[in-house]
């Protein structure tokens, strides 16, 4: 079952904050995050392996909570960059990698 | 470079013509992965491979093949593709398949099945 990303979609102006949230109906292992480009090929940005874990780099954070089956992703002081859709893969409990991926949510910077 | 390759990137073909399209890695990667995506949907899984000659379906493997006959192909048939096929397609591949490897993407290859 597909994870629920929200929002689906986000403006913002170069400069702010936004924050996705993933939430799960199954137990996870990990989660996944990814940004794709337009046209382009889904690029890996993080895993977070451990409920409470929190991971970074750059201006780009992540949280995850186990025990809610969530995960949040963290843009603070977006650069135009940023722009793209973003999505979280979620790993159930199965023994082995099977990632299902939410829907996107897809985030627009602005000048 | 460590890449994954996919041919064609772009293919419009009518409905019935058998095609394939090829996948490659070259950083030894046991698993490897076909997704496909489609517009409010996301990346939805074909069909996995954990490793050569060891192939599953994933959640969406109606109406395609795969094989491992070698570690770094992992090439997707569409026996008679279907106008419903029409989509983008990636290849994935990670290095072992366990929980927690990252998943690195091909290039993807959009498909228009008339």
């Known amino acids: 079952q597909q994870p629920v990303q929200s929002p689906q979609a986000v403006i913002l102006r170069e400069g702010e904050d936004a924050v996705i949230n993933c939430s799960s109906s199954?137990?996870?292992?990990?989660v996944h995050w990814y940004r794709q480009k337009h046209g382009e090929a889904p690029v890996f940005l993080m895993i977070?392996?451990?409920?409470?874990e929190q991971k970074g780099h750059d201006k780009i954070s992540a949280s995850f909570n186990e025990k809610k089956q969530q995960s949040s992703l963290y843009l603070t002081a977006s650069q135009l960059s940023y722009s793209g859709t973003y999505f979280c893969g979620t790993d159930p409990h199965t023994g082995f990698q099977k990632l299902v991926f939410g829907t996107g949510t897809r985030l627009l910077v602005s000048p | 470079e460590a890449q994954v390759t996919q041919n064609p990137r772009y293919l419009i073909t009518v409905t019935g013509k058998k095609l394939t399209v090829t996948c490659s890695q070259n950083m030894n990667h046991e698993y490897m992965s076909w997704y496909r995506q489609d517009p409010g949907l996301g990346l939805r899984q074909i069909y996995y491979?954990?490793?050569?000659?060891?192939?599953d379906k994933g959640d969406v493997p109606e109406g395609y093949k795969v094989s491992r006959k070698e570690k770094r192909n992992f090439p997707l048939i569409l026996e008679s593709p279907s106008p419903n096929q029409t989509s983008l397609y990636f290849c994935a591949s990670s290095f072992s398949g366990r929980r927690g490897d990252t998943q690195y993407f091909g290039p993807g290859t959009r498909l228009t099945v008339l």
């Open positions: 977070l392996l451990k409920g409470g």
């Open positions: 491979s954990m490793n050569v000659e060891v192939t």
């Open positions: 199954k137990a996870l292992y990990s």
